[in-house]
Every structure is written in C-alpha cells, then in structure tokens.
C-alpha cells in the first residue's frame, strides 16, 4: 500500500531535508502522483478547478463556508452564493470515469448522442490506483447526478463517461 505525505518547507531547508529523506525508506514524487492523488481524493486545483468566476455551491464546497456567514451574506461574492444555494447552481463540479483514452483539462463534454455541449473536464489522468481513467469536471446543473453517463470529447473522438461521486477513492488524511 503507498502511503503519501506532502511537505511544505522553507527554501533554506530543502537540501537538509531531502538528505534527511534520502536517508529513510521512502521515495521521493513529483508533481504528477501528486496530481493523481490529488484528483483521486477529489480535491480541487485552483487555476485547473477552482478560479474566480467558481462559486463554492458550484464546487460542492458550500462547507466551507460557515452557516451564520451564509446566514448574515458577510463575505465577498455572497450574493452569488446565496443566490445559488437559492436557486441551485448553474453548473456543477462532478468525477467522471472515461473510458479509452484519459480526457485531459478543457476537453468538452456532450449529452450523449447529441450534440449540446454541456460541460468541460478540468483535470483528467489515468489513475494508477484505480486501474482507470478519471476526471474532474463542471456540467450543467440536471447532468450532475450519479450514474449519469456522458460523452468526452478525447483528442476528437467521443468517449462515453459515467458521472462518479468524489472521492473516487477515500481519503486518510492525517494533519500534523
């Protein structure tokens, strides 16, 4: 079983510290299993899936914000979040599993058989521990539920995608 921890260190320390590690039996990761334990675990990346324009509602991360905060509106863009809570969000940030060829970020999503386009994946890998390709996306509000199959435009051919809840796998997250 791979275990994974990130660290975050000062500049100053990262020679001492990687010897440290290069010491232990561990191995060091770059960016990418980062990326696919990230995805997998269903956490978003600001820039990838979160930015500016991204409501929390639209996210699934209305948790965030505490209940009298969302009661009293006292934070930016607290309009928009209480009008979505009110009227249900646009678009929605769901998981996707794809079949064939992984759907990377900006691929777009179709209803399947026709031609409307009703989202776009965010962030896409082939996941080495799911033995599968996934993907974070945003579609529109009604393509959200689970079970909810979809078609992905992959390098221009359509890939048939089933809307998945995230996690795709559960985490185990320990805070030191």
Not at 23 to 47: F, H, I, N, T, W
Not at 106 to 112: F, K, N, Q
Request: hydrophobic content about 35%; aromatic content about 6%; glycine content about 10%.
């Amino acid at each position: 079983m791979a275990l994974s921890s990130q660290i975050s260190i000062p500049p100053s320390q990262t020679v001492e510290v990687t010897q440290l590690l290069s010491k232990s039996p561990v191995q060091l990761a770059g960016l990418g299993a980062r990326d696919s334990l990230r995805l997998e675990a269903g956490m978003c990346l600001y820039g990838n899936d979160l930015d500016e324009d991204t409501t929390p509602v639209e996210a699934g991360l209305t948790w965030v914000i505490g209940k009298e905060r969302r009661e009293t509106g006292n934070f930016i863009g607290a309009e928009g979040v209480r009008k979505h809570l009110q009227d249900g969000p646009p678009r929605r940030r769901v998981g996707l599993i794809v079949e064939g060829a992984p759907a990377r970020q900006g691929a777009h999503i179709y209803a399947p058989s026709q031609k409307e386009n009703i989202g776009t994946v965010t962030s896409g890998i082939p996941s080495p521990t799911l033995g599968k390709n996934i993907a974070m996306a945003y579609v529109k509000s009604g393509w959200h539920k689970k079970g909810t199959e979809v078609e992905v435009d992959v390098r221009n051919k359509l890939r048939k995608a089933i809307v998945t809840p995230m996690p795709f796998m559960k985490p185990n997250y320990w805070r030191g």
